[in-house]
């Protein structure tokens, strides 16, 4: 056996089904189509949600309350996972390589979540009232920077 002899099991290899072959393939004539319509035809499309005509279900549920655009998206960290930093100074990019956040382009809340003892200078955009008195408590501080 050497490898360009070898070859894969036949139920990995299922070939295509050729349609338009004549009757008895089963698969001839219309080819599986049906008679007429936009879906017989080739380049047949059909809008996302199409329902035939029928009104669609994005349409047909009541639409409701306010999404404010210019809202902020926090990065969440709690006080009881800065515990994987070295105590000192903590910025976005010490929480990145800590595995607390994914990037720096969104602004990091702290919460007060846990304890936390160890003194530690956290610089984040927001923090609750909880996480600054934790923080303060344990002999840390915390800035608020953009």
């Known amino acids: ?11 990995s ?11 008895g393939s089963q698969r001839g004539k219309t080819s599986g189509r049906g008679h007429k319509g936009q879906l017989s035809r080739s380049g047949a499309k059909r809008k ?11 349409r047909r549920l009541p639409k409701f309350g306010f999404t404010n655009i210019f809202r902020t998206e926090f990065q969440i960290v ?12 903590i910025t976005g990019d010490t929480l990145v390589k800590a595995g607390l956040i994914k990037h720096t382009r969104q602004p990091i809340k702290i919460l007060g979540n846990g304890n936390i ?3 530690y200078v956290v ?8 996480a ?15």
Do not use: W, Y
């Not at 290899?13 to 009757?23: D, F, I, L, P, Q």
């Not at 008195?133 to 501080?141: P, S, T």
């Open 78 to 89: 709690n006080v009881s996972d800065l515990a994987r930093c070295e105590p000192g100074e």
């Open 117 to 119: 003892e160890k003194a």
């Open 48 to 58: 996302r949600g199409f329902e035939g005509g029928q009104m669609p279900l994005h």
């Open 123 to 130: 610089k984040a955009a927001a923090f609750s009232k909880a």
């Open 1 to 11: 056996m050497e490898l360009h002899t070898i070859k894969p099991p036949d139920r």
């Open 13 to 23: 290899r299922k070939k295509r089904r050729r349609v338009g072959r004549g009757a």
């Open 132 to 146: 600054v008195v934790k923080l303060e408590a344990a002999g840390g501080k915390a800035e608020v920077v953009k």
